[in-house]
């Protein structure tokens, strides 16, 4: 019996069988199983009213789009070839290639982020380590502690850098130095105040 480079006897099996058919057809079962899970993610986006309102076509539904085509494309030349005239194939062929390496590309999503996201989660881990060690930030309105110190420092210096600042007049300097739930208190009563004020 032959063996392959690495010493090990290669499989057999016959073909018009099930096994010859998960090996030949892989990808395309593959494809439609991508092609269920698509349409799962859409049925719940649709239904999902918190979904709804922040999802946006280029993060949320470029993806799908992309997906969907590979999935298409993919078992197009297997479908092509038994109902349709070969010189399609190429072109389908090409078009798949096409939409895999406008996935691959597409780098909030593609796998080429990972270049860039893993050694940023890796910082993000530190810097949180790094901030857990310091006194904290304590909230101006409730006074509890909220957030490490030096998080909310670099916000108050890198925010205004990037056009968002935060500066305010009185008792409390920037809108950073709330908590959480101290800002969602205030904007209730702003907005409290504003409907007073409109209804006299």
Not at 6 to 19: A, I, K, W
Not at 174 to 193: D, G, I, V
């Amino acid at each position: 019996m032959s063996r392959t480079c690495s010493g090990f006897p290669p499989g057999r099996f016959h073909l018009h069988t099930f096994t010859a058919l998960l090996l030949f057809h892989g990808l395309d079962i593959s494809a439609f199983l991508v092609l269920g899970g698509i349409a799962l993610s859409l049925w719940r986006r649709m239904r999902d009213e918190g979904a709804r309102a922040v999802q946006t076509l280029v993060m949320d539904f470029w993806p799908l789009i992309l997906l969907f085509a590979i999935s298409i494309t993919g078992p197009g030349p297997h479908g092509f070839a038994r109902v349709a005239r070969w010189q399609l194939l190429r072109f389908i062929a090409i078009l798949h290639a096409i939409t895999v390496v406008a996935a691959l590309l597409y780098l909030p999503f593609g796998k080429f982020f990972h270049i860039f996201q893993r050694p940023a989660q890796l910082g993000v881990k530190l810097y949180q380590r790094a901030g857990e060690e310091d006194e904290g930030a304590i909230c101006a309105r409730c006074g509890e502690r909220y957030a490490s110190l030096m998080h909310v420092e670099d916000l108050k210096r890198v925010l205004p850098q990037v056009g968002f600042n935060y500066s305010m007049s009185g008792p409390v300097g920037n809108w950073q130095e709330l908590c959480p739930a101290c800002k969602r208190k205030s904007l209730s009563l702003a907005q409290l105040r504003l409907k007073e004020e409109a209804n006299g």
